[in-house]
Nanobody, 128 residues
């Protein structure tokens, strides 16, 4: 019974912070990498940040580099995305997704269609 449960979204003022959580169950957490993606009306999907759950390798999109931090708590099977210095342009639904790491996998996995499990999304709204 695979479950991916996201939480932590909300409404904040520009410059504020949020911490998004992505709690996973029903699969071997350490065999996967995690991606955070966001979708906003009128904008294309954007891969925000990624982490290899096994070795901790991370990647950030240029648009969030220096402001967002991805981390994992493997004992809790949970990935976090710390959002700092938020801007109105960050307003979107944020999704986490898991993709199985295979022997010749590259990192990060940019193609959303390669991901195996998805969360329901959590809304982040940043007011100006």
């Amino acid at each position: 019974d695979v479950q991916v449960v996201e939480s932590g979204g909300g409404l904040v003022q520009a410059g504020g912070s949020l911490r998004l959580s992505c709690a996973a169950s029903g699969f071997t957490f350490d065999d996967y990498a995690t991606g955070w993606f966001r979708r906003a009306p009128g904008k294309e999907d954007e891969g925000v940040s990624y982490i290899n759950n096994k070795d901790g390798t991370t990647y950030y999109a240029d648009s969030v580099k220096g402001r967002f931090t991805i981390s994992s708590d493997n004992a809790e099977n949970t990935v976090y995305l710390q959002l700092n210095s938020l801007k109105p342009e960050d307003t979107a639904v944020y999704y986490c997704a898991f993709v199985k790491v295979r022997p010749r996998s590259t990192f990060p996995t940019y193609n959303i269609y390669e991901y195996d499990f998805w969360g329901q999304g959590t809304q982040v709204t940043v007011s100006s």
